[in-house]
């Protein structure tokens, strides 16, 4: 079954709080808030997701590209506003399936989604509605539903008291989809679903935890319902990232790497950061590519070479939060060249973490002197330019064979580090201390 999210409100509510960015690409708890949408979509297995996209939808396509833990990602970006039923419309052709699964791009409901989908088959459905209960449902308004999850009909905002709510998960028969009117602004909430009440149109009661992130009060919340998912992994209120240089550390150093055929992943980085990523810590490449400024390729090649990386991580059911690059030559006097810290803050801005929490694993000079700029754990790899680096008398914290050793020390610090935050909070003053090599 195709999935799709609708993703390209304007966000004018929000604005105060994010202002330079669609909704979907909002920082929440440390990660973009499209990122749990994706992350949702891919343990439900779902392979096709289209992101049906509109107001600042080339930034979505920058920072997610084609690929997302195995997901294909294709872009359906409106002109002008459509709404949602509008937007899903427009999409309709790169909709392969029979029925698609349709996601708000502004919201995040715990639902099973293949329960879900089985739940729309099972009854032989041509609109299926998610809907979950909340104390109070002046906010949203509210979804009336019989004891046998018939959708018998809708109640405008304003209403108060506890209710079922329209949770923004729908599975939908293709040919309803048809129904809509093309190239017309739409709204699924407010135009289809009160039409659609006299064909088949169900409320699958299963989402418990719901959060939505269109008010800045509401996008305030999301913070911390996302954030205790982290707490409870981990043992930690904040979410450390790991910052990797990419050449020589994620993949074979080429000198100036300029095609996508020439990238080949180091033995150990995708072990390693699939254990990074399972004990809940961000990824982040941070790299230099002067290359750019000298000529030897321009940024559409580099961004071939980015889809490449992610596509090929993507086959491993892997993803980075975010590729942060600087094109300028060493002489420019730019912050974002490594060692300076340009890169890690915009990053640490748009992902939401804490620099000096974060790990720099690299291969040079460059990369621990960034490290230590931004207050950093800094690991030297062996790899790429590691060897000659280390015998240079590069002092890093650790100094490890391959990105799989650097996570080996970067999760055991992290553990000790949520044992300290847990003996602190006891009252226990027990620290711990890194500093020396490995």
């Known amino acids: 079954?195709?999935?799709?999210?609708?993703?390209?409100?304007?966000?004018?509510?929000?604005?105060?709080?994010?202002?330079?960015?669609?909704?979907?690409?909002?920082?929440?708890?440390?990660?973009?808030?499209?990122?749990?949408?994706?992350?949702?979509?891919?343990?439900?297995?779902?392979?096709?997701?289209?992101?049906?996209?509109?107001?600042?939808?080339?930034?979505v396509r920058d920072a997610f590209s084609t690929r997302w833990r195995g997901l294909r990602l294709h872009y359906s970006q409106e002109a002008a506003p459509l709404g949602t039923?509008?937007?899903?419309?427009?999409?309709?052709?790169?909709?392969?399936?029979?029925?698609?699964?349709?996601?708000?791009?502004?919201?995040?409901?715990?639902?099973?989604?293949?329960?879900?989908?089985?739940?729309?088959?099972?009854?032989s459905a041509a609109a299926t509605i998610a809907v979950t209960g909340v104390p109070d449902i002046s906010r949203y308004g509210a979804v009336r539903v019989t004891a046998s999850s018939v959708v018998e009909g809708f109640v405008e905002k304003g209403s108060s008291g506890p209710g079922l709510i329209n949770a923004g998960v729908y599975t939908l028969n293709r040919k309803l989809i048809a129904s809509i009117p093309a190239h017309t602004a739409?709204?699924?909430?407010?135009?289809?679903?009160?039409?659609?009440?006299?064909?088949?149109?169900?409320?699958?009661?299963g989402g418990s935890r719901f959060v939505d992130i269109g008010t800045p009060e509401s996008f305030a919340q999301a913070q911390m319902f996302f954030a205790s998912d982290v707490e409870a992994a981990d043992g930690e209120h904040s979410r450390p990232y790991a910052l990797l240089d990419r050449d020589g550390t994620i993949n074979v150093e080429r000198n100036y790497l300029s095609d996508p055929d020439q990238l080949e992943l180091l033995p150990g980085s995708v072990e390693g950061m699939k254990k990074l990523?399972?004990?809940?810590?961000?990824?982040?490449?941070?790299?230099?590519?002067?290359?750019?400024?000298?000529?030897?390729?321009?940024?559409?090649?580099?961004?071939?070479?980015?889809?490449?990386?992610?596509?090929?991580?993507?086959?491993?059911?892997?993803?980075?939060?975010?590729?942060?690059?600087?094109?300028?030559?060493?002489?420019?006097?730019?912050?974002c060249r490594k060692p300076g810290t340009g890169m890690v803050l915009q990053a640490a801005?748009?992902?939401?973490?804490?620099?000096?929490?974060?790990?720099?694993?690299?291969?040079?000079?460059?990369?621990?002197?960034?490290?230590?700029?931004?207050?950093?754990?800094?690991?030297?790899?062996?790899?790429?330019?590691?060897?000659?680096?280390?015998a240079d008398g590069v002092n890093a914290?650790?100094?490890?064979?391959?990105?799989?050793a650097a996570a080996t020390v970067v999760l055991d610090l992290h553990r000790q580090a949520a044992a300290s935050n847990t003996a602190d909070r006891s009252g226990d003053s027990a620290r711990y201390e890194h500093d020396g090599r490995r």
């Open 85 to 123: 039923a509008g937007a899903l419309r427009f999409a309709l052709d790169a909709i392969a399936s029979e029925q698609a699964l349709v996601l708000n791009g502004d919201s995040f409901c715990g639902v099973d989604l293949g329960a879900m989908t089985e739940f729309h088959r099972s009854n």
């Open 1 to 59: 079954m195709t999935a799709a999210i609708l993703a390209g409100g304007l966000g004018t509510r929000l604005r105060s709080v994010v202002a330079d960015r669609p909704k979907v690409l909002a920082p929440v708890a440390g990660r973009r808030f499209l990122a749990y949408l994706l992350d949702q979509l891919a343990d439900a297995g779902f392979a096709d997701v289209i992101l049906c996209t509109g107001y600042l939808g080339e930034q």
């Open 277 to 335: 990523r399972a004990a809940g810590i961000g990824l982040a490449v941070i790299s230099n590519q002067a290359g750019i400024a000298r000529g030897y390729f321009d940024l559409a090649q580099l961004e071939l070479i980015h889809d490449r990386l992610r596509a090929m991580l993507g086959d491993q059911d892997l993803a980075v939060d975010g590729v942060y690059f600087c094109p300028h030559a060493p002489d420019a006097q730019c912050s």
């Open 186 to 205: 739409v709204s699924i909430e407010r135009d289809c679903f009160p039409q659609w009440i006299d064909k088949v149109l169900q409320g699958f009661r």
């Open 349 to 390: 801005a748009e992902l939401g973490f804490e620099p000096g929490q974060s790990f720099v694993v690299g291969d040079k000079l460059c990369d621990i002197e960034l490290g230590r700029r931004v207050g950093a754990t800094t690991l030297l790899v062996r790899t790429g330019y590691g060897r000659r680096s280390e």
């Open 397 to 404: 914290n650790f100094t490890v064979d391959d990105l799989a």
